[in-house]
DNA sequence: TTAAAAATACCGGAAAACCAGTAGAAAGAA
DNA sequence: TTCTTTCTACTGGTTTTCCGGTATTTTTAA
């Protein structure tokens, strides 16, 4: 991996303090001149670019985070500093989420499960303008199954409370006296979901759900 | 953090390149005499004792790994190694995991949220005798929430066949169909599994089960 | 070999979910 | 303000799940 020269700033969002300790080793040993900064809540970031203004060249960003979710960090951070590269290190590998991520503006996405040297190339790639994977990131890509298609369903307020709460094994009638509307309108709720994930069933789509992180 | 003056063995099991990166990093800085060893899946680390026999003295195991999960391989160290310390170092906050893990021998449970002075100081608790938590982990052994307290439910295969067949939205009637057996089997099944995981309906099974890491 | 666990299967009935379609009211965005 | 989305609610009917039991056979572990 060749050194660069000039100096680069890299930020890292994640709440794992290892993991904080394994990149910043890492991005040590690659640059010359680098500085790295750590923050493990999306508050803290967002913080020190509003004051230290849009000096970061690159930002690593986990997607589950304590106080916010990286996709909606990363569209915040896009706003504020547009010249940022982010570049989401996560272990979520579902398809949806990346694409959510470039939607947002992210530059690229890593698996946590990626190499260091991994990490070194695509920080590289991101500078130069390219978006960046990692192996499996793009392996995830390029073969699009059936499901992974379709992109995070985007579910109202009120769908979501009737999601979490039949996940607790409520039925309709108990959901509807908690959130003080009739059964039929749960109900509805219910079917609409299964619509939006496309599957036949409450259970599949808490199913679904879990997997993509929107639940518990 | 005081240093050891006598060489320790620390192995560590994780498909993460950057938590091997940080752990080692962090071993290093607060050992002087440490000899660290990495394994990215539960296969290679077996084998390594298999052949290299029990000089480990302390192990720090993945709960999700690739080939084998965090909790059988705890056991099967304990039984080829019974010197060597287990610690999990893992994302799941569920305390029915970290009961599991304590049956199967292990000798503590770090958060990966957790510091780099939480992961030294209960390596130090272990190597002394001691049951180490990390700070987050010890939380959720002390605040035992009703649903928390039951262990893990051991599945039985049938019951884990059905309940992803469930998952998936499938009718019992088609997951007869494909397992060959009578509907009423299939239902039987079904409420076993409910009984198992206390819960009112296979919609909540399903919920508590991806929690566990159980399905998908 | 014997005891325990797992898998199989049944009954009848109550409760709940799911389907298909419609539609007014409220809240937000253009 | 107008258009769109979301939330609300309904009818009426079908399918499925869930509950309470019980009970035989097969597999597995001691």
Redesign the pocket.
Known sequence: MLADKKKITIAIVDDHPIVLEGLQKVLMQAYDYVSTLCFSTGGEFLNFIKKAGTGTDIVLIDITLPDINGIDLCREVKTLSPDTCVLAFSNHNERSTIMRMLQNGASGYLLKNCTAGEVVSCINEALSGQIAFSREAREIMARPSARDWQVLP?????????LKL?AD????????VQ??????????????L?QKFNV?????AVKVAMEMGLLG
Not at 169 to 176: E, P, R, V
């Open positions: 985007a579910l109202t307020k009120r769908e979501k409370e009737v039949a094994g409520q039925t309709s009638a108990a959901i509807a959130l003080h509307v009739s059964p039929l309108t749960v109900e509805t709720h219910r079917r609409n299964m036949k069933s409450i259970t599949a």
